[in-house]
């Protein structure tokens, strides 16, 4: 069974900063997916990677697939209160998505 | 076009019971996965179902059950339940065959067990 660390844990910083968090397994990624969950609600889709050492944007959010297809980054730019969250990497096939342990990220405004 | 349901949104039952879930899919998609999320273990996968045959299933024990009608709706059973089944449990609808693995989440349903 594939599993997915992501670092840190928790993370908290003042609007406006940047802020990186990971996602890293043991094996490669056939693909992967990064989500956002807010309080009450379900995980929300941002992006699925495919190909290694893709770059793609979404607004202030950069994800990067690693060369070697077992790690991925997000990258948050001038975070906004908006952005809070807890933001799960996945990788899966056939629906049946193995999640990472999450980071949960606070925006102070 | 609406999203995936949930209902109920919250539940409390007592040990020994057993509860009902109900997954409401979007239109057209025909695969639902259930997961259950707790602040111990995460998000952890534990069936999922298409055209009412369940395909796959997690490392759950048999108390977990569930089941798919014909127009895609879904439930999912918990007979006797512990302490440990409180959590938030998700289902997520998908369109098998995209390539994609794209699965679009319902809100959950928060189960307290007493």
């Known amino acids: 069974t594939q599993l997915l660390e992501q670092s840190p844990q928790f993370l908290s910083i003042q609007e406006g900063e940047n802020l990186t968090v990971y996602c890293n397994s043991s094996?490669?990624?056939?693909?992967l997916q990064w989500y956002r969950q807010e309080p009450g609600e379900g995980p929300v889709l941002l992006v699925t990677v495919v190909t290694g050492g893709e770059v793609k944007k979404l607004k202030r959010l950069t994800f990067q697939f690693g060369d070697a297809r077992k790690d991925s980054s997000l990258h948050i730019t001038a975070a906004q209160t908006g952005d809070t969250g807890l933001y799960l990497c996945?990788?899966?096939?056939?629906?049946?998505?193995?999640f990472g342990t999450g980071t949960r990220l606070t925006i102070i405004p | 076009k609406a999203g995936v349901t949930q209902t109920p949104r919250y539940l409390i039952k007592t040990r020994g019971q057993q509860v009902t879930l109900s997954c409401s899919p979007i239109?057209?998609?025909?695969?639902v996965s259930w997961y259950q999320q707790t602040p111990g273990q995460g998000l952890q996968f534990l069936f999922e179902?298409?055209?009412?045959?369940?395909?796959n299933k997690g490392n759950f024990p048999g108390r977990f059950s569930g089941r798919q009608f014909s127009n895609s709706r879904s439930e999912m059973n918990v007979s006797t339940l512990e302490l440990g089944d409180s959590a938030l449990y998700l289902c997520a609808s998908s369109v098998p065959g995209t390539g994609t693995d794209t699965q679009y989440f319902g809100p959950g349903t928060r189960l307290t067990v007493l």
């Open positions: 094996s490669v990624f056939s693909s």
């Open positions: 996945a990788s899966g096939s056939d629906e049946k998505l193995t």
């Open positions: 179902y298409f055209s009412e045959t369940q395909r």
């Open positions: 239109s057209g998609h025909r695969s």
